[in-house]
């Protein structure tokens, strides 16, 4: 089955830290990859998503994640983490063969210490 | 506002009774989704409209759960009979939709259902 795995499901950093989230999914075709982030009160927002092309992709307030499709994963960075940055992070992805669902990860939850 | 709204905010209600939760996507999205999101549980895929298709119900949890979508733009999920196990956190998302859509889905505020 199609399935999205974060690892790490708290992490915490003080603030300039670096900062990276595992994220695995599980399907052999073409993917459509998200990270998307929850700050505390807010609904979901999009951070970053990779559609095609250079696989290292810029988003949202300094973040970055790498396609690599070798290893089925799509890390998300940081070089150095704020204070405000403390929120839930959702990688998910659509695959070529459901183009209708998009199917999330547990999420990790992640705190930094000021 | 230009974004997806859902309401009611807050639902309380007690054991047995049935529940329905509204969502407002945003306008000339034709694809929408509901999920379901625990404590501590990532994003749970319900169902999934897309224009006039027939629904994607794959991921109701049970008979009790049923969405409608009415004009191709307001969608109702009804909770027949809750139980305790029902409680959550009932997210809508709107996208463009479509097999050249382009994916990137906008959510809603959430309804936050708590059975009693």
């Known amino acids: 089955a199609q399935s999205v795995s974060q690892h790490n499901h708290h992490v915490i950093l003080s603030e300039a830290a670096s900062l990276e989230l595992g994220c695995n999914y599980s399907y052999g075709g073409t993917v459509n990859l998200f990270w998307y982030v929850q700050y505390p009160g807010q609904h979901l927002q999009l951070l970053l998503k990779?559609?095609?092309?250079?696989?290292l992709v810029k988003g949202i307030k300094g973040f970055e994640a790498e396609f690599i499709k070798s290893k089925f994963s799509f890390n998300l960075r940081k070089p150095s983490v704020q204070w405000s940055d403390t929120a839930e992070y959702f990688c998910?992805?659509?695959?070529?063969?459901?183009?209708?669902?998009?199917?999330f990860g547990s999420g990790t939850r992640l705190s930094i210490r000021p | 506002g230009a974004g997806v709204s859902q309401s009611p905010s807050n639902k309380v209600t007690e054991k047995g009774k049935d529940v329905e939760l509204r969502c407002d996507p945003i306008?000339?999205?034709?694809?929408l989704y509901w999920y379901r999101q625990s404590l501590g549980q990532g994003l749970e895929f319900l169902i999934y409209?897309?224009?006039?298709?027939?629904?994607?119900k794959s991921g109701l949890p049970s008979d009790r759960f049923s969405a409608e979508r009415t004009g191709g733009s307001v969608s109702t999920l009804t909770i027949q009979r809750t139980q305790q196990e029902d409680s959550a956190v009932y997210l809508c998302?709107?996208?463009?939709?479509?097999?050249?859509?382009?994916?990137?889905?906008?959510f809603g505020p959430g309804t936050r259902l708590t059975v009693t």
């Open positions: 990779y559609f095609s092309g250079d696989p």
């Open positions: 306008s000339g999205h034709t694809a």
């Open positions: 998910a992805f659509r695959s070529d063969s459901s183009a209708s669902k998009i199917i």
């Open positions: 409209f897309q224009g006039n298709s027939a629904p994607d």
């Open positions: 998302a709107s996208s463009l939709g479509g097999a050249g859509g382009r994916g990137e889905q906008y």
